[in-house]
């Protein structure tokens, strides 16, 4: 019943366990956790769904990204979740494919993904692209868009034939379709930037540089081994937080320390992270040992947008209250919100 379950995704990019119910029955949940157990599993729980996909095996979606970025540099998220949404349609499968909503959720916290001011960049092997393909992204070297008549005549100029031409220029996961016009109207363009992305605040280079370092963990990645894992990603965290510093300011209280007096802290409790988000630069800031670090692990005071707010109640501690009454709202230096949003957590109603 596992094996099968792994092979899901296969086909349909990220696949759901609710397709399976009735024929796992009682071994539903038992099956679920085997999965989520994974340490090269992406596992999303919405509401009924329970979403997943295996990074380490042959995949669509995966197979998609590898083509796309052997040519595009960086790409929107949302765009690039719509076109790898739209190409599936062009497939046939007996299983629903993944909304668009959860292609996002996964290509934002991708083992091969990171995440720019850009857009996202593409950290796996790129393949090549086929005959076909190869003349459709030339066809937009001249232009930034282009009409159907316009890609049917530089293609069939190229001796393609209609079905073939239909396939690849509706359902290519290289090229976005806008719809908004209707179907006579389509306008079709590259679904990224082929332009080399220029640094970020931060150090665009210097982020994926820490995160290609951080991601070979996961080429170790098995339970024997994940106290040491653990270890070795730690020292690769603080130093993409505090290499060559000696001063730096803590992200919930703003006050300078000396890196001594700060630690990197996960946004998101390490035990609730995959290792995705575990081995993600962006999962860490440095908060002081001063105060803010206990506050912040234990919920009293949590980051919502880019504002500290209040979060559980400490009673009977009026030093305590005072000294977080110093802290909510105020705001979050932006570097220390680069990455995913879903880190920050909210406490518990």
Not at 21 to 42: C, D, F, K, N
Not at 247 to 259: P, Q, R, T, W, Y
Request: proline share 4%; aromatic share 12%; hydrophobic share 35%.
């Amino acid at each position: 019943m596992l094996k099968k379950a792994q092979g899901l995704p296969g086909r349909c990019g990220i696949a759901n366990l609710n397709y399976l119910r009735e024929e796992l029955g009682q071994y539903y949940s038992l099956v679920a956790l085997l999965i989520e157990s994974s340490p090269t599993s992406w596992v999303r729980v919405i509401g009924d769904g329970y979403w997943y996909i295996f990074e380490n095996r042959d995949n669509t979606i995966i197979n998609y990204s590898e083509k796309v970025f052997g040519i595009v540099e960086y790409c929107n998220i949302t765009r690039l979740a719509e076109t790898y949404r739209n190409a599936l349609d062009g497939r046939s499968y007996k299983y629903p494919y993944p909304p668009t909503e959860i292609i996002e959720e996964y290509l934002r916290s991708s083992v091969y993904m990171a995440n720019t001011d850009h857009g996202l960049k593409f950290i796996g092997e790129t393949t090549k692209l086929n005959g076909i393909e190869e003349d459709l992204v030339s066809s937009f070297t001249h232009g930034q868009s282009a009409s159907f008549p316009d890609l049917d005549k530089y293609l069939s100029n190229k001796c393609y034939g209609r079905p073939h031409i239909l396939k690849t220029t509706n359902f290519s996961p290289l090229v976005y379709v806008d719809k908004t016009k209707g179907r006579r109207h389509y306008v079709y363009s590259l679904v990224g930037h082929r332009a080399a992305a220029q640094d970020d605040g931060l150090g665009v280079d210097a982020y994926e540089n820490y995160l290609r370092r951080l991601r070979k963990l996961l080429e170790a990645g098995t339970d024997e081994t994940r106290e040491q894992i653990a270890r070795r990603e730690q020292r690769i965290l603080q130093e993409w937080l505090f290499k060559d510093k000696t001063h730096e300011n803590c992200a919930v209280c703003g006050l300078e320390f000396s890196v001594n007096t700060l630690v990197a802290a996960h946004k998101k409790p390490r035990s609730d992270c995959n290792d995705a988000e575990r081995l993600d630069p962006y999962i860490v800031m440095p908060v002081c040992l001063m105060g803010c670090d206990y506050l912040y692990e234990n919920m009293y005071v949590y980051i919502e947008g880019a504002e500290i707010k209040r979060g559980l109640s400490f009673p009977n501690a009026s030093a305590e209250s005072s000294f977080i009454e110093k802290l909510v709202g105020r705001t979050v230096d932006s570097k220390w919100l680069l990455g995913n949003q879903s880190y920050f957590r909210s406490p518990n109603p």
